[in-house]
T-cell receptor
Framework: QKEVEQDPGPLSVPEGAIVSLNCTYSNSAFQYFMWYRQYSRKGPELLMYTYSSGNKEDGRFTAQVDKSSKYISLFIRDSQPSDSATYLC????????????FGQGTELSVKP | DAGVTQSPTHLIKTRGQQVTLRCSPKSGHDTVSWYQQALGQGPQFIFQYYEEEERQRGNFPDRFSGHQFPNYSSELNVNALLLGDSALYLC????????????FGPGTRLLVL
């Protein structure tokens, strides 16, 4: 069993839709949770960073962490064609000194 | 403010050869981590360098080695290349080893024939 599970998709939505992306994990020591966006043939770009449980909002993006369920989510409101990319969740523990464990990534396509 | 830079962007090698990839961290960052990303997969942690020493290592063989220079830039070396080493190699920089906020470079795409 992988430490971090993420549905690879692909996920296709119409422009303006609300997108929900999710990851589950097995290591209860994870405290830091991140979402990265990766365009084709580019490096990952940090979108959201959350410590422990709770919600965090930044513009059209909202990250949620539920440590009791070992489940994290990223919501994208009013999705745009420019949001078409692969979304990677990543997490790490206090004692791992910044070693990030990534999910497989979900490929998102937003159609005009 | 320059972000993380990597060179070269693409590389083609044959089995058994050796390769060196280079990374310059984001300004103000002192820690460099390297990741390998196979096609259709998430990045996998190779190792991390801080204060010119390897601080952490993932599940990669000794064929993978690295170095960090006094100016915080870093190299990744892979010896005795295998076909399975074909991947996107990503460098990420952060401030100190506990920096979970890591910023990635564009990557070096390595093809082993």
């Amino acid at each position: 069993q992988k430490e971090v599970e993420q549905d690879p998709g692909p996920l296709s939505v119409p422009e303006g839709a609300i997108v929900s992306l999710n990851c589950t994990y097995s290591n209860s020591a994870f405290q830091y949770f991140m979402w990265y966006r990766q365009y084709s043939r580019k490096g990952p770009e940090l979108l959201m960073y959350t410590y422990s449980s709770g919600n965090k909002e930044d513009g059209r993006f909202t990250a949620q962490v539920d440590k009791s369920s070992k489940y994290i989510s990223l919501f994208i409101r009013d999705s745009q064609p420019s949001d078409s990319a692969t979304y990677l969740c990543a997490m790490s523990a206090n004692n791992q000194g910044g070693k990030l464990i990534f999910g497989q990534g979900t490929e998102l396509s937003v159609k005009p | 403010d320059a972000g993380v830079t990597q060179s070269p962007t693409h590389l083609i090698k044959t089995r058994g050869q050796q390769v060196t990839l280079r990374c310059s961290p984001k300004s103000g960052h002192d820690t460099v981590s390297w990741y390998q990303q196979a096609l259709g997969q998430g990045p996998q942690f190779i190792f991390q360098y801080y204060e010119e020493e390897e601080r952490q290592r993932g599940n990669f063989p000794d064929r993978f080695s690295g170095h960090q220079f006094p100016n915080y830039s870093s190299e990744l070396n892979v010896n005795a290349l295998l076909l399975g080493d074909s991947a996107l190699y990503l460098c990420a920089s952060s401030y100190q080893t506990g920096g979970e906020t890591q910023y990635f470079g564009p990557g070096t795409r390595l093809l082993v024939l």
